[in-house]
T-cell receptor, first 117, second 114 residues
Framework: AQTVTQSQPEMSVQEAETVTLSCTYD???????LFWYKQPPSRQMILVIR??????QNATENRFSVNFQKAAKSFSLKISDSQLGDTAMYFC??????????????FGKGTMLLVSP | DAMVIQNPRYQVTQFGKPVTLSCSQT?????MYWYQQKSSQAPKLLFH???????NEADTPDNFQSRRPNTSFCFLDIRSPGLGDAAMYLC?????????????FGPGTRLTVL
């Protein structure tokens, strides 16, 4: 079974600064996908960024980028130029790539990020 | 806007009193999921439907059941809620059951059991 570990329950950052959220995972699979989801207070969870394990290049979406270290099974999220609207719970998640059958998301426990003025 | 809608947003029930949570989607997605998210814990998949095919996770208690009468709607029934069932329940949808297909989440229903 896969496990996803987020070791930082809470983090704080000031507006315009950069913050990195950590995530490690454990799997015996070689082909899989990793995700960061954002869940703002009282709002729905949305996908922030996705990384395919067979791609060496780190994914980037505007101010959000990842540092994917496959050998170390590490998948951190960097948020540049933090904004107040980035305040949210951030979940790291894992999904196997299945050639047949199906796969489901395994989430970490989340990191609560607070961006202050 | 196309979206995933959950009703109600907050639900209070009594210990042992059956309760139904509702999810609807305007995305016309084939797959609908129900997750349970307890405080300070990771969302945990309870089950999903691919069209009319129901798939129960192995460790989902029998107390939890689901119905999907059509593509748009999916219900979570808790037959006899216990105090340990108090949680946020998240509904999600995706076009297919692959990692290529993003899951879209509803805002959740927070269930309180008295």
């Amino acid at each position: 079974a896969q496990t996803v570990t987020q070791s930082q329950p809470e983090m704080s950052v000031q507006e315009a600064e950069t913050v990195t959220l950590s995530c490690t995972y454990d799997t015996s699979e070689s082909n899989y996908y990793l995700f960061w989801y954002k869940q703002p207070p009282s709002r729905q969870m949305i996908l922030v960024i996705r990384q395919e394990a067979y791609k060496q290049q780190n994914a980037t979406e505007n101010r959000f980028s990842v540092n994917f270290q496959k050998a170390a099974k590490s998948f951190s999220l960097k948020i540049s130029d933090s904004q107040l609207g980035d305040t949210a719970m951030y979940f790291c998640a894992f999904m196997n790539h299945m050639n047949s059958g199906y796969s489901t998301l395994t989430f970490g426990k989340g990191t609560m990020l607070l961006v202050s003025p | 806007d196309a979206m995933v809608i959950q009703n109600p947003r907050y639900q209070v029930t009594q210990f042992g009193k059956p309760v139904t949570l509702s999810c609807s989607q305007t995305l016309n997605h084939n797959v609908m999921y129900w997750y349970q998210q307890k405080s300070s814990q990771a969302p945990k998949l309870l089950f999903h439907y691919y069209d009319k095919d129901f798939n129960n996770e192995a460790d989902t208690p029998d107390n939890f059941q689901s119905r999907r009468p059509n593509t748009s709607f999916c219900f979570l029934d808790i037959r006899s809620p216990g105090l340990g069932d108090a949680a946020m329940y998240l509904c999600a949808t995706s076009k297919r059951l692959t990692a290529f297909d993003e899951q879209f989440f509803g805002p959740g229903t927070r269930l309180t059991v008295l």
